[in-house]
């Protein structure tokens, strides 16, 4: 077999299946032999990318659409915090024989102790959010359930307006970072 046969057999073009939650954005090593790879994006950051964490009801005017923008920017990095903790508190981490040696990626802090931590700054945001907007939170930005699905589930009033809902429980998460000095 020659090299460039073998090349174009090692080539991966895409997801087996590429459906409209995968982006071809992600980074990967030259040594990778690509530029590019393919990332499935979540719930969130498809709603995010489709701008619905806007509300385009308020839009009237440059300087509301303006505000509106900072505001969905706000939720959204409320929303990666939170998708951020949820995710290394969820980690497993290796055996319980020899956990100095865990470490958590660039931070040189024992993974167990990472962890702790990001389930403590959980619990301190559960106690200053409203149950309904703990657990929307939650099942979307740490579950990756469907927005749509969750706020009817968890507040059945909302059926019709299920992004206004989500939408607010993410200003509420906002406050709740802002407030505890996790916001960036």
Same mark, same amino acid.
């Given at each position: 077999?020659?090299?460039?046969?073998?090349?174009?057999?090692?080539?991966?073009?895409?997801p087996?299946?590429? $459906?409209?939650?995968?982006? +071809?954005?992600?980074? &990967?090593? $030259?040594?990778a032999?690509?530029? *590019?790879?393919?990332?499935?994006?979540?719930?969130?950051?498809?709603?995010?990318?489709?701008?619905? /964490? %806007?509300?385009? =009801? *308020?839009?009237?005017?440059?300087?509301?659409?303006?505000?509106?923008?900072?505001?969905? &920017?706000?939720?959204?990095? @409320?929303?990666?915090?939170?998708?951020? +903790?949820? +995710?290394i508190?969820?980690?497993?981490?290796?055996? !319980?024989?020899?956990?100095?040696?865990?470490?958590?990626?660039?931070?040189?802090?024992?993974? #167990?102790?990472?962890?702790?931590?990001?389930?403590?700054?959980?619990?301190? %945001?559960?106690?200053?959010? !409203?149950?309904?907007?703990?657990?929307?939170?939650?099942?979307? /930005?740490?579950?990756n359930?469907?927005?749509?699905?969750?706020?009817?589930?968890i507040?059945? #009033?909302?059926?019709?307006?299920? &992004?206004?809902?989500?939408?607010?429980?993410?200003? @509420? +998460? #906002?406050?709740? *970072? =802002?407030? $505890?000095?996790?916001?960036?």
């Amino acid at each position: 077999m020659t090299k460039p046969a073998q090349a174009e057999q090692d080539e991966v073009q895409g997801p087996a299946k590429v $459906t409209e939650a995968h982006v +071809l954005d992600r980074v &990967l090593h $030259t040594r990778a032999g690509s530029k *590019l790879g393919w990332s499935k994006l979540t719930v969130f950051e498809q709603a995010h990318r489709n701008g619905k /964490l %806007i509300c385009k =009801d *308020l839009c009237k005017g440059d300087a509301a659409t303006k505000e509106q923008i900072g505001i969905a &920017l706000d939720r959204y990095i @409320a929303g990666k915090q939170f998708m951020e +903790l949820w +995710l290394i508190s969820q980690a497993s981490i290796g055996g !319980s024989m020899d956990f100095s040696r865990v470490r958590c990626q660039g931070t040189g802090v024992p993974f #167990s102790d990472t962890q702790f931590d990001a389930k403590t700054e959980l619990r301190a %945001i559960e106690a200053a959010l !409203s149950t309904n907007d703990y657990m929307i939170c939650r099942r979307v /930005l740490g579950e990756n359930y469907a927005i749509a699905q969750t706020v009817t589930d968890i507040s059945p #009033s909302y059926r019709d307006s299920t &992004l206004a809902r989500f939408r607010e429980a993410l200003d @509420a +998460l #906002s406050e709740v *970072l =802002d407030r $505890t000095g996790r916001a960036a």
